[in-house]
């Protein structure tokens, strides 16, 4: 669904306003909960901005979608918003809005199961000059030509052959690296189980990365 | 199995790739604005009423909402284990125990015999045993035969059923 672009209130002031004053130290999450609780948009602001991106790289390298985890990451925050009442601060905020995000991607993915659809994002400056993927490409890969873009997407056609749960734990660990405890925590689940989830995911996309991991 | 293939480093780096996708430039302010502005517009979406708040902590709790069916299902369980065995007893209807043997008694001259049913020769009578009668003590829903001056006041002329056998 696109987003509904609608102008701030009368008074509140606009970003460019609030990003022009003067920075000081980052306020706690709990005292922007609090103000956000309040109704105050702009100390919710400054949540969204302070883990927007962690929460936006989770959902799109679960979907391969950017436009759907566009959408998703904002009904996650949207709902975080609304939800804030029934925040009780048993785990940080960060975990709490993870799991909301997550848990809405995965109803989403179940809903839309096997109709994916690829949007990648581009790769950035750095893929170019990793060191480790220069060698994996150059080196250990039977398939010498394969360009990063080709790799790229069958790097992410792999993940969407993971279950939901299987996809998520690889995001989390080996894409954005979390610790297992974090994971568990978000999760909601024992480390046991994330082990376990981990090992065979990875499993799952030696298998199906097979031609491009060979040893040469 | 090669020991680093097991230990799955290569698909590590190749997962590294990952990392590297970025959204357009200035994706991220945009975001936040957008978020910020579907909020400032929608007042009446600010906050959810209970029922959904409910419904989205289930939503992120997987272990809460699996407390929360396995007391929902064994209070169910409970509920109709309870209504069965809360169930009354049966009650044994018909006549006082003894009754019909006392019956041919009762009824003076009155000749009855039972039916025994032998498989090889049929139908023979059963001369050693108190003679007894069929007789409707009970009505069709097996309730107890009103007392005999029970239809007095209605002047009926009643008489008990007495079957016979032979000519």
Known sequence: ???????????APTLPERNAQPQSAPAEDSVLIQRARKGELDAYDDLVRRYQERVYSTVYHMTSNHEDANDLVQEAFIKGFQALKSFKGESSFYTWIYRIAVNRTINFLKQRKNRTHMSLNDLNFNAEHDPDLIALISDRTPRRDASLTELQEKLNAAMLQLSEVHRLVVTLHDIQGLSHEEI???????????????????????AHLSDYLKQT | MNPEFESHDTLKKLLALKRCE??????????ARRVNARLAGDASARSLPWWERFWLNLEIRPALACAYSVAISSLLL??????????????????????????PGRMGETESRLLLLDGASGIAPRSQSPPPVLIAYS????????PADFYKGYQLNLQPAVYRTGP
């Open chain 1, 1 to 11: 669904m696109p987003p509904r672009p609608t102008p701030s209130p009368p008074g």
């Open chain 1, 184 to 206: 568990a925590r978000i999760l909601d689940c024992n480390i046991g189980t994330v082990r376990s989830r981990l090992f065979y995911a990875r499993q799952q996309l030696q």
């Open chain 2, 22 to 31: 970025q959204p357009p430039p200035g994706y991220f302010d945009d975001l």
């Open chain 2, 78 to 103: 409970f509920g109709v284990g309870y209504s069965l065995s809360g169930r009354p007893e049966p009650i044994a209807v018909g006549p006082a125990p003894g009754y019909f043997t006392d019956l």
């Open chain 2, 139 to 146: 009505n069709h829903f097996a309730e107890p035969a009103p």
